[in-house]
């Protein structure tokens, strides 16, 4: 429970960054908008060809009796536009990252450089980046569409569907946002996706703390375009958190939650000149 309030505490302490630097938060909400423009109009389709949709795919029910048809296939159009929602709040992250990778690779940099010390960089031509960016998400996307299928199947379960699958549902999709958006930082620092996935399975508590909340904020649009800066900035904390650089680790463990040493430092660490640094995560 104390990771999970942890990783509540970098989600507000990234919005609280760039809420305090005026001018990134202007500048990271221009991909936002792009995207948002993009998945109003994809969503507005299928919010009008869902019926169509089931339909079509039931071909069976034609002969039902009524009103049973009508009930059967307004469930299965309500569902296909919660599967649509659910891949929508997952991929409007990956690609706005992907359309915004310079503005948001340049945010991520400075809230490093605001907390001190090196910032990593990965020497990497733009075109690079971008490419290993939509590599690594096609293949986090294609693990996410296998978690949403699945889901959309045990959907049809009685009780079971209307209550443990939603909020199955939101767990994989926070976990999976906040794999995205950690991978900015990570990318920089040369992590590739398969130790970002191992990292974040081991602060799995702390990744959904952080990524559930920002998937529920996600389900109104225009919150999540005024959101994906500062949520750049606290996967950016956190990503510092997961590669030791935090120095705000719980009590008693290391930068993994590994066991610390018993011995106390003299004296407190300096805070950051900034006057800002990543939350305590307990």
Aim: with cysteine; glycine share 12%.
């Amino acid at each position: 429970m104390r990771d999970l309030a942890g990783g509540f505490r970098y989600l507000l302490a990234g919005q609280r960054w760039v809420f305090g630097h005026g001018r990134w938060l202007g500048f990271g909400l221009l991909p936002g908008l792009v995207s948002l423009v993009l998945y109003t109009a994809a969503l507005i389709g299928l919010s009008y060809g869902a019926d169509d949709l089931t339909v079509w795919a039931t071909p069976f029910a034609d002969d039902w009796t009524s009103p049973w048809s009508g009930l059967f296939r307004g469930f299965l159009t309500g569902l296909f536009f919660c599967l649509g929602l659910f891949l929508a709040v997952i991929t409007f992250t990956a690609v706005t990252l992907l359309i915004g990778q310079p503005f948001y690779e340049s945010l991520s940099e400075q809230v490093d450089r605001s907390e001190g010390g090196d910032v990593p960089e990965s020497g990497l031509p733009l075109w690079r980046e971008l490419w290993i960016s939509a590599r690594d998400s096609v293949k986090v996307l294609g693990r996410v569409l296998l978690y949403g299928i699945l889901l959309f199947a045990l959907g049809f379960v009685p009780v079971i569907g209307q209550t443990v699958v939603p909020f199955l549902g939101f767990c994989v999709s926070g976990y999976f946002l906040t794999q995205e958006l950690t991978a900015v930082a990570l990318q920089r620092r040369k992590v590739d996706l398969a130790e970002r996935l191992v990292m974040l399975r081991a602060r799995r508590m702390m990744v959904l703390g952080f990524g559930v909340p920002l998937v529920l904020s996600f389900l109104v649009p225009i919150v999540a375009v005024f959101l994906m800066p500062g949520a750049v900035a606290g996967a950016t904390l956190m990503a510092r958190d997961l590669m030791g650089e935090s120095g705000a680790d719980a009590p008693g463990e290391g930068p993994a939650g590994e066991p610390a040493p018993s011995a106390a430092p003299a004296t407190p660490p300096a805070a950051p000149a900034t006057g800002f640094g990543p939350p305590p995560v307990y």
